[in-house]
Antibody, heavy 120, light 110 residues
Framework: EVQLVESGGGLVQPGGSLRLSCAAS????????MNWVRQAPGKGLEWVSY????????YYADSVRGRFTISRDNAKNSLYLQMNSLRDEDTAIYYC?????????????WGQGTLVTVSS | QTVVTQEPSLSVSPGGTVTLTCGLS?????????PSWYQQTPGQAPRTLMY???TRSSGVPDRFSGSILGNKAALTITGAQADDECDYYC??????????FGGGTKLAVL
């Protein structure tokens, strides 16, 4: 069974940093590209970042580019999101989501999310 | 900035048919945008319903169907059931490693 479990969320002050993790199991993690998608309280979904299988290609939404860094460790079956210079508007549930394939560009499995609250 | 549009809310009677759409603030949605649809109940993670316009994800019943209708992507639910009442999101692949979600449609079954 595919499982994605996020961790690392919490309360952080504006301007602070946080590192999210996503532990993957039930599939060969190294063969799938991965994403982070977030959802502000009571709002819709927003794609945040993508990383390919070998970490050679990464993409970011304009809203986080230059502040967030996506990475992965295939040996540890883990995905990460380093978030710096956090702003109030970064408050959201952060989901990790698996990319089904490069041809479909869809997210097929999602974790349950971890809540990040940016507030003074 | 590209905006993906969805109906904020829709309603359907039990057993009825409803179509949710996914458009662009400027331009038309085609299959090349690889539209996907996700279902989300309150407090839960999204569930993948449809991808590449009309391919149902594993385990999704065939009363859910996807298409391109005019200049929008569409998700049609036939034989609506009470547990279809939740939020639905579409996402379009804009190319160059960028995905944009629509604002979501809150579906009521009543």
């Amino acid at each position: 069974e595919v499982q994605l479990v996020e961790s690392g969320g919490g309360l952080v002050q504006p301007g602070g940093s946080l590192r999210l993790s996503c532990a993957a199991s039930g599939f060969t993690f190294a063969t799938y590209s991965m994403n982070w998608v977030r959802q502000a309280p009571g709002k819709g979904l927003e794609w945040v970042s993508y990383i390919d299988t070998r970490s050679s290609t990464t993409y970011y939404a304009d809203s986080v580019r230059g502040r967030f860094t996506i990475s992965r460790d295939n040996a540890k079956n883990s995905l990460y999101l380093q978030m710096n210079s956090l702003r109030d508007e970064d408050t959201a549930i952060y989901y990790c989501a698996r990319s089904y394939s490069s041809s479909t560009k869809t997210f097929d499995y999602w974790g349950q999310g971890t809540l990040v609250t940016v507030s003074s | 900035q590209t905006v993906v549009t969805q109906e904020p809310s829709l309603s359907v009677s039990p057993g009825g048919t409803v179509t949710l759409t996914c458009g662009l603030s400027s331009g038309s949605v085609s299959a090349s945008y690889l539209p996907s649809w996700y279902q989300q109940t309150p407090g839960q993670a999204p569930r993948t319903l449809m991808y590449s316009t009309k391919t149902r994800s594993s385990g999704v019943p065939d009363r859910f169907s996807g298409s391109i209708l005019g200049n929008k992507a569409a998700l049609t639910i036939t034989g609506a059931q009470a547990d279809d009442e939740c939020d639905y999101y579409c996402v379009l692949y804009m190319g160059s490693g960028s995905w944009v979600f629509g604002g979501g449609t809150k579906l009521a079954v009543l």
